[in-house]
């Protein structure tokens, strides 16, 4: 049983203190690794494997052709900044060719876990000769694993599997004790920036989480140029996440007076604290009107928005 550090009983700076002597004790003298998304997770434990290992902590930036435009950069970008150097590895055919024919969520997921672990980043922990991992779980994504939720990419020990035995090497997971508002404090005190400490939450396995039925090239860039819009136009508001969803079915529209069957993007924008609950915010016509019509106009294909208004629960976050 994970016992849960509440954001009214962190205390930053000790917590901070604690994680880095844990990662120096785990680690010794050795390396470790670490996955770097630019989400706030990973960004997080990132400063924190640096702060404990230094140049003993190799970190990477997995392309895997997922990402919202250009995220790589904007991270390699963001991470100079503080003294962090980010290798990006392209690795976009390997998760298209995993992806290939798989419209189940489940088990897009874990075409994603087993490329991401066992082949991509397992192969650069093997060349390396690093023995530890270091990445981003919080107690949110425990819990919806093992709730049976959705089986949250980076959670292997609650569901039985050794990383060890599976992929060669040992995970260490700092942030398991915290959900995200207090995730976001850590990072503060770190010395994040309030641009990645205060990102909106993005899934591990990215855009194919926002993509229903198959997650082709294709379909990414779609979702990725909605992205695009919907967070230009809502980042200024105070809600939790926001994010665009490509459905599987083909609608019936009318472009230039004639019928268009196209393609249909649904928006989500949350009220949230730890993900755990959620609310749809309430957004005004005028921006939903807005968002509709720049989709329409600038992501090919698409001939109609929604606007979910479930909370979570019964819905979640992300769609797939």
């Known amino acids: 049983m994970i016992k849960e550090i509440t954001l009214q009983d962190l205390n930053s700076d000790l917590f901070i203190q604690e994680k880095v002597e844990d990662i120096n004790k785990i680690v010794g003298d050795g390396m470790a690794i670490n996955a770097l998304s630019g989400g706030v997770d990973s960004s ?28 790589a950069q904007q991270v390699v970008d963001f991470f100079s900044e503080l003294g962090v150097v980010v290798e990006v590895v392209d690795a976009g055919k390997e998760f ?70 599976a992929f060669g090497y040992k995970i260490i997971e700092p942030l398991i004790q915290l959900r995200k508002d207090a995730v976001r404090k850590v990072g503060k005190a770190l010395g994040l920036p309030a641009a990645l400490f205060d990102r909106i939450p993005f899934p591990g396995p990215a855009l194919s989480a926002r993509v229903i039925g198959e997650a082709t090239p294709e379909r990414i860039d779609t979702v990725r140029r909605a992205t695009t819009v919907v967070e230009r136009n809502l ?44 609310t749809p915010t309430r957004l005004s016509f005028e921006i939903l009107e807005r968002l509709a019509q720049e989709i329409v106009q600038q992501v090919p294909g698409i001939v109609s928005v929604t606007y979910n208004i479930t909370p979570k629960p019964p819905s979640t976050i992300e769609a797939v």
């Open 44 to 71: 997080v434990v990132t400063l924190l494997g640096h702060r404990a290992l230094g140049k003993r902590l190799r970190t990477i930036f997995v392309e895997n052709g997922l990402m919202r435009e250009g995220e």
């Open 96 to 165: 298209f060719a995993a992806l290939h024919g798989v419209t189940n969520p489940e088990e897009k997921r874990e075409a994603i876990t087993q490329t991401f672990y066992k082949n991509v980043f397992g192969k650069i922990v093997r060349e390396s000769g690093a023995k530890y991992l270091l990445q981003g779980t919080i107690l949110t994504d425990i819990d919806e694993t093992v709730a049976g939720i959705k089986r949250q990419h980076n959670v292997f020990e609650q569901l039985g599997i050794d990383p060890q035995a």
């Open 235 to 278: 980042k200024d508001t105070s809600a939790f996440q926001y994010l665009a969803i490509l459905h599987e079915d083909r609608v019936t529209g009318m472009r230039d007076g004639k019928r268009d069957f196209g393609q249909q993007i649904e928006i989500r924008c949350w009220d949230s604290t730890d993900a755990r609950k959620a």
